[in-house]
């Protein structure tokens, strides 16, 4: 059973960062795609950015582009999420998945595991 695990979410200030990692188990991570969706109270589960197996393309959100950049690291089973300057409307619970695709990573399909989600608050 693959598990991906979440760390980093806190609260900050409006303007402020955060870096949000996920690590998974498992000795075939650079075999999948890894996105990050988030979910504020009230709203549905959003896409915000994904990274191909081998780290070559990413995709974001426009609402985070410029702001937020994804990286991972096979070798750690680890993928990152560093969050620049932060606004309210970035509050939401941020999980991690994974993907056995490698393409179409901005759709929720084919994301099969997830983390339990970290919190992140952004007040104003």
């Known amino acids: 059973q693959v598990q991906l695990v979440e760390s980093g979410g806190g609260l900050v200030q409006a303007g402020g960062s955060l870096r949000l990692s996920c690590v998974a188990s498992?000795?075939?991570?650079?075999?999948?795609?890894m996105g990050w969706f988030r979910q504020a109270p009230g709203k549905e589960r959003e896409f915000v950015v994904a990274?191909?197996?081998?780290?070559?393309?990413?995709y974001y959100a426009d609402s985070v582009k410029g702001r937020f950049t994804i990286s991972r690291d096979n070798a750690k089973n680890a993928v990152y999420l560093q969050m620049n300057s932060l606004e309210p409307e970035d509050t939401a619970v941020y999980y991690c998945?994974?993907?056995?695709?490698?393409?179409?990573?901005?759709?929720?399909?084919?994301?099969?595991?997830w983390g339990q989600g970290t919190q992140v608050t952004v007040s104003s």
């Open positions: 998945a994974r993907n056995a695709r490698d393409y179409g990573l901005e759709s929720r399909d084919g994301y099969n595991y």
């Open positions: 498992g000795r075939t991570f650079s075999n999948y795609a």
């Open positions: 990274i191909s197996r081998n780290g070559g393309r990413t």
